[in-house]
């Protein structure tokens, strides 16, 4: 369940960075109060984890799986392309919380 809500905030902090991207400089309205709304939700879900999940895990987790997951909509959304290294890099990022979940006894298991 910790997990989920963990994967709650990240998928809103994603949702609220590809809205940034669509607010154009804060120039239209309903992708900025979107923005605002989505990073609200994601700081309250993510704040809710950290009364379990030591800090420094959680980020981790969460700006790993969220620039990952970013790449991939700006790459399908926004048309940006990902070169060999960043793809590789994108990989090492997934690799890295992998080893964090899997073997770290700092996670929540």
Partial sequence: ML???LVI???FEVLGTSAMQAAQHFTRLAPTVLMVVCYAVAFFFLSYTLRYIPV???YALWS???IV???AVGYITFGQKLDLAAIVGLALIIAGVLVLNL???STFH
């Fill in 64 to 66: 790993g799986l969220g």
């Fill in 3 to 5: 997990y989920t809500v």
């Fill in 103 to 105: 073997f770290s006894k």
């Fill in 69 to 71: 997951l970013i790449s």
């Fill in 9 to 11: 905030a990240i998928i």
């Fill in 56 to 58: 420094g895990i959680a």
